[in-house]
């Protein structure tokens, strides 16, 4: 069953899915298997010995995607944790890894009426890490949620889990599973991702199926530039070298594209760009990178910050110079990506969360994204809740006074 809330009004019911089920396992000879065992790892150092158990365990999982890598998560710890006290939970049967939960302990909000401290995901903030979930092996999913379960319900945190898909399994199976011990949760959709279906594709078929006025316009700006310019390059990084040299073209350019009235929040500041910087080089060592740069006659002018993952291309964000405007360099720029996205075989292009207007030229297609929020039987979590109706409240009259003098103008 599947009962949907709207983001201002509270009165949602939970998505719970059919029961997580998984094969009973005998013991080995005739003893017990060990009993599963939930560790909080605390400390910078654990985390990083835990790499390489972290990207095996996801690659086998249900769960797997670029934000819940090792190294998304652990780069977004040491760049961005702003008072957050790490709070990542591992289950294991004797040394065997079969489940994390990627979570952070964060401080009171008290601007934002939230008094009291929150478990959340990783990866939470400006860089807008989507598809976040709890991460288990798939034949040990009911156990290891459940012994997830009963260590959340010793501590008593308000739980946040932010830009989740609203059918995850193990987030719904766990909410279910606090739901049983008197918590209480509320789901809201937050966001929607739009993507392109790319399987079965060449440029051409996947063009004849976006509306005629968009198809005629990338045809044509694609045709102006290469009757312009007498070199037309979408240079892509391939070392370390050319990494360093387009990243801080596509900075510059992110940069020149946000310098007018509007705005973005996406690079903004020394710790943000320092966690792409970073991330960014261990996604080339991966062979995650796509970092590309559109140069017309060996000058930079759009480029664009995207990840090959799996089968999926994921379009981070882009940058362009508003001196080329004219030549609608950041339509060409996508137009490139997709192509390259396309000739790589990939199955999609994630656009990501966003309900910018420009994605739905490119695509019909979207998947939601929710935040559920788990609140404990306990005084501290009856106070949360009373604050956050108090904070829709507040909404609500910000949201009238808005249209009321919209109208009195």
Known sequence: MMARRTETGMQIDTYIPNPITSPRRRGHGHGERPALKVECIEDTDTLTLLRPEWDALLKASGADCLFLTWEWMATWWKHLAQGRRLNVLVV?????LLAIAPLALRPPQLGRLLPFRTL???GMGTVGSDYLDIITRPDEEERTLKALAEYLQQNKFVIEFTRVKPGSRRIAA???LLGQAGWHSHQAVTDNCPYIPLTGHSWESYM????GPHRRNVRRRLKILHEKFGQVEFQQARTEEEREACFQAFV?????????DESSTAFTGPQVQAFHEEFSRLALAQGWLRLCVLKLDGKPVGATYS????????YYQAGYDPAYNEYSVGLVTLALLVQTAIGEGACEFDMLHGYEEYKFLWTRAGRDLARVRCFPPNAAGLMYRQAMNLRQGIKRVATWRWRLQELKA
């Open 208 to 211: 004849s199926g976006v509306s």
């Open 307 to 314: 990840f090959r993952y799996g089968e999926a291309y994921y």
């Open 252 to 260: 510059e350019l992110h940069a020149k594209r946000w310098s007018g």
């Open 92 to 96: 294991r049967r004797g040394d065997e």
């Open 120 to 122: 959340e995901f990783l």
């Open 174 to 176: 766990l909410v279910s």
